[in-house]
């Protein structure tokens, strides 16, 4: 990106074409024009019809005045806002294009979805260049790279051209002109001519680089065959190339070359960079390149025969590998993975792909530590992957010439090195293919590389440094103030950029802060950044920012930022440079992640989403949903549309996801994809979109359509929540618990997963791990009950004083060390509370079980600091309770030890679990307790305050004297256990009416009260007593599960058999994965099988049929909606009548009221009401 006429632009500060620095200088002879004829032989574009010439011949840049060019953006905004949307753009542009000519109908292979989207991108790029120069012929070049495969003709042109600029003529109203006109047929015009002359000149280099890069990258991958055909395959292929090599021996010697001879002496056919020696651009090379590839064919092939000996190759005539290239290729011998043990020379393993294969020949050459080849050959796979794209080839060399500056051995660098080595890789890779076309295309496509990266190679260096030295000098003032006139310049170019940034200013000043921070660390760090760049693009995908709006954010960063920077141009050229790298890495990313799944879920539309996805392959259709990879980013448009809250399109893309679609010949069902994707599906549902967990569910069950004896067949698919991807216990079934909900855990699915889990191994374990409390509490009762009883017998006290130091030993310990555990966890992790605002607590104690546990702990530790046995323990009769040493503290003793009873008692109804019915009784008195807690508050209040005011009363009733005895016989009132009777104090009536008082609020309101509550509490809870009950187990088995071995686990998981097909009926054998159950057949209605059956051709490049009841109901969708804007209008248009009509009566009223007035009035006013 550069800048030209204060405009950012794509190309060179020089002023030559965009297509002379990525196409050869060579090619001025394929074409027949030099770079001054192409120029001079484009006719100058006029106002007038003479302008719309389509240029075949050459391609050069198009020069639009500054009003056509704004003409054709007015009109191309003005198309877009009358159309409602820009899909509706799209759909439009489509059927105009797509009726335009039916002869043309044959080239619309693409879902129409798709397509229209891409006219729309493609146009709008158009469009925003329309200005011309560099970046209009840029966006030509790469449409015309994409469009090779496509024969582009002058009639054909015409028709597009003419179709386009109809659509635009009748859609953008008042703004279409005459001069737009001509300007939009001018545009296409070129456009088209373009797009012949990049086909007739260079679809069959583009197309023999593609088709070799694959061949060489996918060599020996023959899918589907067995060892032995493999190597039968192999041997066939070497014979093969002994026969060629024998044919073309022979050929040489008629021509009078000595290939032995040739091969010693010829040296590296690539080894100059210059295009006029060993490049072989252009046609003028095909001599040449002749003559190198009998060279090269005939030398490299008898590498292996000569112990890799011959000098093509780079290396010696002697008999061996040099030192370096030994240790080149024994660094390089681990990244191998396929080796030819059939090789000759005793069975040297040979590298199979082109990474291997290069870095083999760079060892041979004695070049294997050159770390920046390493560099160029990360790269170089995507420039000739993207060779049709011109602009992706210039940020590709932009960011490896960054890179190469960070090496530190910059004396190294010769980049013919990396062109030998390149070109003799690809000709070993391709022995039998390899011919003169192959080696003029690899030769032009390096060249061209080759020229942008000396173009670039040392500056970065330098602009780092300048950079660095200049935001060094920027004050906090001076930043502060660029960063606010910034957003005001940037508002000012494109007022649209307003709806994007609508956040506060301290976060629009973030924002422009880490703008300057990346052009920085782009020099610093390019590894770090490219990644952080990629995924910030991803993220403004799910944003929906046009990128339209990169320009002109660029354009004013640079302005403001010259204001500071009059002294210091290489800084601010610098900051230029990084800033539009970095712009261009955006507008790339958010280009090739903006599929249309992803704009369906930016308007939250879930018949978008369908729509969308309708045009995918069936064998595509989960990676639509699932991911958008972008370089080495991905993003996934569900998990988007779930953390967006665009919950409809989330729940559109679930259940697609999860129907069950199938052919004659295999099933699709998405579960096994999502749980790759996102093995935390589950937590990512329950943090964010619980609504949509019971969708979710519903997708993994298949119920029959038909019965048997009563029964209906139901499949589960509920592997991946009980199996994760490492083979142990996932936490989605935690995840369930954590929301609380008793309806969700209730569900089938949910309820399958925990009996099984339960049965099956939770159940053995909790057992387990609740023995020894069940011993500890039978030891406390017989050392604290039954066994005092027989205190006389010195056995019974020995066994008492056992059993008390085993509760000590198995209950207190093992208490202290799980508390102490858990408690220096919690505080490790932040996970604390401060009781009464000051004392730090662990967060787990704030729940009833864990908090009674450490209760009894502390109870249990006061018991032994008070143990009677160990007080006395100096007596002569010892073991005995009973000395001076413990009169004391026997009283504090009974104190603990019942309260340690207690809450030992307490915690054993954890052991309800195992009963569904016990569990939810038991949660029901929890649930109910609540409400006798707020009774038992009010009635202390009430107690409180008739038992002070009674005692200050005089009067002479002994058991109301003060507070304490009040509140004493006011309970005993309450409770109904009062002795004496209201007749001893009736003589006294001031303390009988407050007695009454408080017998009323107490036993008629309070209690009555309560009783309600209950009775509703009971009502609401009994609703969901179950629910409750099954949660309570589930967080048991969740908890059992984390401690359980992982040899229990895994012998249990062996009896599920998940991996075994389930079938749907007789001989319709499905997808593994589940859990076949049957259920009564009136337990859930079924009317209609859930999997969807499609007849016609089973490949999976194949898109599904479209769904007749889809299209049924989005016709009764449309048609209610039509129905109610039919009411909405005749329920106006009434409206209208009615006031017409009411307006008319008043008016008709007038002179029939005012018949006493004169009759000349009357007539005159009655004429003038006509």
């Not at 292996?304 to 008999?319: A, L």
């Not at 030992?904 to 679990?913: F, P």
Request: some cysteine; glycine content about 8%; hydrophobic content about 40%.
């Amino acid at each position: 990106w550069e800048w030209v006429n204060g405009r950012l632009e794509v190309g060179g500060p020089e002023p030559r074409s965009k297509m002379a620095e990525y196409i050869d200088d060579s090619d001025e002879e394929e074409s027949g024009f030099s770079e001054s004829e192409v120029n001079s032989s484009v006719p100058e574009l006029a106002g007038d019809g003479d302008g719309w010439v389509i240029n075949t011949e050459s391609l050069a840049e198009l020069q639009l005045d500054a009003g056509k060019a704004n003409a054709i953006q007015i009109t191309w905004n003005m198309y877009i806002e009358n159309s409602g949307s820009k899909e509706a753009a799209g759909e439009a542009l489509y059927s105009a294009l797509f009726d335009s000519a039916p002869s043309l109908q044959s080239l619309f292979v693409t879902p129409r979805a798709v397509q229209a989207n891409r006219f729309m991108q493609g146009i709008s790029t158009f469009v925003a260049n329309a200005h011309g120069g560099a970046n209009l012929k840029a966006a030509v070049e790469t449409l015309g790279f994409g469009h090779l495969n496509i024969e582009v003709t002058v009639p054909r042109v015409i028709i597009f051209r003419d179709a386009i600029i109809e659509l635009l003529e009748t859609e953008a109203g008042s703004v279409w002109s005459t001069e737009a006109k001509d300007a939009w047929g001018v545009m296409l015009s070129y456009i088209g001519g373009a797009l012949m002359f990049i086909k007739a000149n260079y679809a069959e280099r583009i197309k023999t680089l593609e088709a070799s890069w694959h061949e060489a990258n996918n060599r020996d991958e023959d899918n589907g065959i067995s060892a032995a055909e493999r190597k039968k395959k192999e041997k066939e292929e070497r014979k093969q190339r002994a026969i060629e090599r024998e044919r073309k021996k022979q050929e040489a010697l008629e021509q009078g070359i000595d290939l032995e001879t040739l091969s010693e002496a010829s040296g590296d056919s690539g080894n100059s960079g210059e295009s006029g020696q060993s490049g072989f651009s252009g046609q003028s090379g095909e001599q040449h390149g002749q003559i190198a590839q009998q060279e090269s064919q005939g030398a490299c092939r008898s590498c292996f025969r000569k112990f890799f000996s011959c000098s093509c190759c780079g290396g010696s005539s002697g008999n061996g590998l040099t030192d370096g290239a030994k240790t080149g290729q024994a660094s390089q011998s681990a990244k191998r993975s396929k080796s030819n043990k059939e090789g000759k020379n005793g069975g040297a393993a040979v590298p199979k792909t082109f990474e291997e294969m290069f870095q083999w020949n760079a060892a041979v050459m004695g070049l294997g530590n050159r770390e920046w080849m390493n560099q160029i050959l990360e790269n170089f796979g995507s420039m000739v992957t993207h060779i049709s794209d011109s602009k992706r080839i210039q940020q590709e060399t932009s960011l490896l010439a960054i890179k190469m500056g960070k090496i530190k051995d910059q004396g190294t660098i010769n980049l013919a090195e990396f062109k030998s080595c390149m070109l003799a890789a690809l000709r070993q890779q391709l022995p039998k293919s390899w011919d003169t076309a192959h080696e003029v295309a690899w030769n032009w496509l390096w060249d061209n590389i080759e020229k942008q990266l000396n173009k670039l190679m040392g500056q970065p260096l330098e602009w780092e440094s300048q950079l660095v030295q200049f935001m060094e000098m920027l004050s906090e003032d001076q930043l502060y103030t660029f960063r606010k006139d910034l957003y005001d310049r940037f508002f000012t170019a494109a007022p649209a950029g307003q709806d994007f940034f609508k956040q506060s200013n301290t976060r629009l000043h973030f924002i422009a802060e880490q703008v300057t921070r990346m052009t920085l660390d782009l020099y610093k760090d390019p590894w770090r950044m490219i990644d952080e760049i990629s995924a910030l693009g991803l993220r403004h995908v799910g944003f929906g920012i046009p990128t339209e709006l990169f320009s002109p954010f660029v354009t004013a960063t640079v302005e403001v930022l010259s204001r500071y920077a009059s002294e210091f141009p290489g800084a601010l050229e610098a900051f230029r440079w990084s800033l539009g790298t970095i712009a261009q890495m955006l507008v790339q990313t958010i280009t090739e992640g903006s599929t249309i799944v992803m704009q369906a879920i930016n308007v939250n539309s879930a018949s978008q989403v369908q729509k969308a996805l309708s045009c995918a392959a069936r064998g595509e259709r989960f990676k639509w949903v699932l991911i958008v990879q972008v370089g080495t980013q991905s993003i996934s448009p569900l998990l988007w549309a779930i953390e967006s809250s665009n919950l409809q399109a989330a729940k559109a893309m679930l259940e697609d996801l999860l129907t069950i679609r199938a052919d004659r010949e295999r099933y699709y069902y998405g579960v096994d994809a999502l749980f790759k994707r996102h093995g935390d599906i589950v937590q990512s549902l329950s943090n964010d979109a619980p609504a949509l967990l019971k969708t979710f569910l519903d997708g993994l069950v298949w119920r029959s359509r038909t019965t048997k004896d009563g029964m209906r067949r139901v499949n589960y698919y509920v592997k991946n929540l009980i199996l994760n991807a490492d083979g142990a216990f996932p936490d989605g079934l935690g995840n369930l618990v954590e929301v609380g909900d008793p309806q969700l855990i209730s569900h089938s699915v949910v309820n399958l997963c925990s009996d099984i889990l339960w049965g099956g191994i939770a159940m053995k374990e909790f057992i387990l791990s609740k023995i020894w409390f069940i011993f500890s509490l039978f030891m406390l009762i017989m050392s604290q009950t039954v066994l005092t009883e027989f205190s006389d017998s010195l056995a019974v006290r020995c066994i008492t004083l056992t059993f008390r130091c085993g509760v000590y030993l198995l209950t207190m310990l093992r208490l202290i060390g799980r508390h102490v555990r858990d408690s220096f966890r919690a505080c490790r992790a932040g996970e604390t509370f401060r009781l009464f605002g000051c004392i730090p607590f662990p967060s787990y104690l704030s729940e009833t079980y864990p908090l009674a546990s450490f209760l009894l702990m502390l109870f249990l530790v006061c018991m032994c600091t008070h143990e009677p046995f160990f007080y006395c323990a100096g007596e002569e009769n010892w073991p005995i309770e009973t000395c001076a040493e413990h009169v004391d503290t026997g009283f504090r003793y009974s104190i603990f030890a019942m309260c340690a009873v207690a809450l030992h008692w307490g915690l054993m109804t954890d052991l309800a679990v195992f009963s569904t019915g016990l569990s939810a009784f038991v949660l029901v008195c929890v649930h109910v307790g609540s409400e006798i807690g707020r009774f038992m508050f009010s009635l202390l209040f009430l107690l409180l305050t008739f038992a002070s005011a009674i005692s200050v009363l005089e009067h002479d009733y002994e058991d109301m004297t003060d507070v304490t005895q009040t509140l004493v016989a006011l309970s005993s009132i309450t409770l109904r256990l009062y002795e004496d009777d209201y007749r001893d104090f009736q003589h006294d009536p001031i303390l009988l009416t407050a007695v009454f008082s408080f017998v009323t609020a107490s036993a008629i309101l309070l209690l009555n009260l309560l009783i309600a509550q209950l009775n509703c509490s009971y009502v609401y809870i009994y609703a969901n007593m179950v629910g409750y009950a099954r949660l309570k187990r589930c967080s048991v088995v969740v908890e059992t599960l984390q401690r359980t071995r992982a040899d229990n686990w895994t012998n249990f998981v062996a009896t599920l058999g998940l991996d075994k097909p389930l079938e749907f009926g007789e001989g319709d054998v499905g997808m593994a994965g589940g859990i076949s159950k049957e259920e009564a057949a009136d337990m859930h209605v079924v009317t209609k099988d859930r999997i969807m059956r499609f007849g016609g051709a089973c490949t999976p490049d194949l898109q599904w049929p479209e769904d007749i009841n889809d299209k049924l109901e989005d016709d009764e969708e449309n048609l209610v909606n039509l129905e109610k804007l039919m009411k909405s209008a005749l329920a106006k248009l009434h409206d209208k009548k009615s006031d017409k009509k009411k307006k008319n009566r008043q008016q008709l009223s007038r002179p029939l009221r005012s018949w006493h007035r004169p009759f000349k009035q009357w007539r005159r006013e009655w004429c003038e009401w006509l």
